[in-house]
């Protein structure tokens, strides 16, 4: 049971911060595109 629990913890930290990341770079894209280049 325990070596089950573990496994499940592993494989859902790895689906979160895989779903994070995916996030975090579609609302930096969105930002890019919505405030075209400003910086010198």
């Known amino acids: 049971m325990e070596?089950?629990?573990i496994v499940i913890a592993k494989?859902?930290?790895k689906v979160l911060s895989h779903l994070i990341i995916r996030?975090?770079?579609r609302?930096?894209?969105e930002k890019g595109s919505k405030q075209p280049?400003?910086?010198?």
């Open 23 to 25: 996030y975090l770079e």
């Open 3 to 5: 070596i089950i629990e």
């Open 11 to 13: 494989i859902v930290s």
């Open 27 to 29: 609302r930096e894209k």
């Open 37 to 40: 280049n400003r910086e010198p």
